[in-house]
């Protein structure tokens, strides 16, 4: 099967800019993630997602930070505007349900997001 | 309550010899605690994982010890090679809802 697609791989954007990733989890997962991976921590969870709703955004940023998930496959997370401490590895994972984690979570290769 | 502490933060083992990786939690409700590798550039690969009803868990040379009394848990990689070079994350859940991580270990394997 295939894995779970993230785009871009790498962005590179000035502080104040705005930037959007993608990710295309692995089909018929109804669950998705978003982790924030920054450089020598592990993946901190952003945003849940089950199917096109979210399930826990607790620690996403909202006053900079969104993310959607239309039609309740792909997603998209934006950054608006971004700031030098947004630096970090953006990781998208899918699993096949709510409560699954402990089953085929799988990751993404992330984008790779340097604020200058 | 949700933290996941692991140690060391990098690791350097000859080929052949053994790695030990260590986390310890918090939150006694957690029960599931599985072990990811990343290389770089890639996202993180589920290695193996435990339920705290076991003590121990053996998927080819990687090990993972379990102690629930003392609420900490490792990994074991046997005969380590250089091809085991990366870094690895313990993490918990909680009823199969999102994971915890640890901060991660780099792991060099000299040749």
């Known amino acids: 099967e295939a894995g779970v697609a993230q785009s871009p791989r790498y962005k590179i954007i000035e502080k104040r800019q705005s930037v959007a990733f993608w990710c295309n989890p692995i089909?018929?997962?109804?669950?998705l993630y978003w982790y924030q991976q920054i450089l020598g921590q592990g993946p901190k969870l952003l945003i849940q997602f089950q199917n096109n709703g979210v399930v826990d955004d607790s620690q996403l940023p909202k006053d900079r930070f969104s993310a959607e998930r239309l039609k309740g496959v792909d997603s998209t997370l934006k950054i608006q505007p971004a700031k030098l401490e947004d630096s970090a590895v953006y990781l998208c994972?899918?699993?096949?349900?709510?409560?699954?984690?402990?089953?085929?979570?799988?990751f993404g290769s992330g984008t790779r997001l340097t604020v200058v | 309550q949700q933290q996941v502490k692991q140690s060391p933060q990098s690791l350097i083992v000859q080929k052949g010899g053994i790695s030990i990786i260590n986390c310890a939690y918090e939150n006694t409700a957690f029960d599931y605690f599985p072990w990811y590798q990343q290389f770089p550039g890639k996202g993180p690969a589920l290695l193996i994982a435990?339920?705290?009803?076991?003590s121990e868990k053996k998927e080819g040379r990687f090990t993972i010890s379990f102690n629930k009394s003392a609420k900490q848990f490792s990994l074991h990689i046997m005969d380590s090679q250089p091809g085991d070079s990366a870094t690895y994350f313990c993490a918990a859940s909680l009823a199969g809802l999102q994971l915890t991580f640890g901060s991660g270990t780099q792991l060099t394997v000299l040749p």
């Open positions: 089909s018929g997962h109804a669950t």
């Open positions: 994972a899918s699993s096949p349900l709510h409560g699954t984690a402990n089953y085929g979570y799988t």
């Open positions: 435990i339920r705290p009803d076991v």
